[in-house]
């Protein structure tokens, strides 16, 4: 069973651009959720989405933002590139079941900013 | 809210045993969840406790109690490669993980 990934696995940008971080998640996982992870730093979520509907999102401003795709998988958009926005990018998927779901992290994207 | 409280830094020799504790404090909880990640990687998942107890998987045992809004993970038998990050993570009311900063596990020779 292939596991989660993650596309670009390194992205670098310049403050004020946008960028796209793509996930795909685990066969028959309906729920997708990105995490940010400053370096040396703990994970902070970002997004859930499940069943192509955001259902939560984290203490981010809403030049976070994403979406998820009929076939599940998920892409995280950020505008207006900020210098702490440089960070590992994670994705996980679960099957959606809730309480007591285990996520399965990617690999995750290293953003860069300028 | 949600927080958890890991310490920061922990560690052991080769062969021995280390446990990592996670206090949390909560308004909403469903279950600990512990993760494992190595520099430059992405978090693994080792164990989760749903209810009070011991859970064991092979050298690693994580353990929790609710009425102390408390928990740990057991590591045994301790290897070079065990060298890692460990975060405890709780699950809100609202589906969403809250992870821990973080104890960084150190394995001596």
């Known amino acids: 069973e292939a596991g989660v990934t993650q596309s670009p696995t390194h992205l670098i940008k310049t403050r004020g651009q946008q960028a796209t971080l793509r996930c795909s998640p685990i066969s028959g996982h309906t729920s997708v959720y990105w995490y940010q992870q400053a370096l040396g730093l703990g994970l902070q979520f970002l997004l859930w989405?499940?069943?192509?509907?955001?259902?939560n999102r984290g203490n981010f401003p809403p030049r976070f933002s994403g979406r998820q795709f009929p076939n599940y998988s998920s892409e995280l958009n950020v505008n207006a590139l900020e210098l702490e926005d440089s960070a590992l990018y994670l994705c996980a998927s679960s099957r959606g079941q809730g309480q007591g779901d285990t996520q399965y992290f990617g690999p995750g994207t290293r953003l860069t900013v300028l | 809210g949600q927080s958890l409280e890991q310490p920061s830094e922990v560690t052991a020799v080769e062969g021995a045993i280390v446990q990592i504790n996670c206090t949390y404090q909560t308004s909403g909880f469903y279950g600990l969840s512990w993760y494992q990640q190595h520099d430059g990687g992405a978090p693994t998942f080792l164990s989760y406790?749903?209810?009070?107890g011991l859970e064991e998987t092979g050298r690693f045992s994580s353990f929790l109690s609710r009425s102390d809004s408390y928990g740990y993970l057991l590591l045994q038998e301790l290897q070079m490669k065990d060298s890692a990050s460990y975060f405890c993570?709780?699950?809100?009311?609202?589906?969403?993980?809250?992870f821990g900063s973080g104890t960084r596990l150190l394995v001596r020779p």
């Open positions: 993570a709780g699950m809100d009311s609202s589906y969403k993980l809250i």
């Open positions: 989405y499940d069943e192509g509907e955001e259902r």
């Open positions: 406790n749903g209810l009070d």
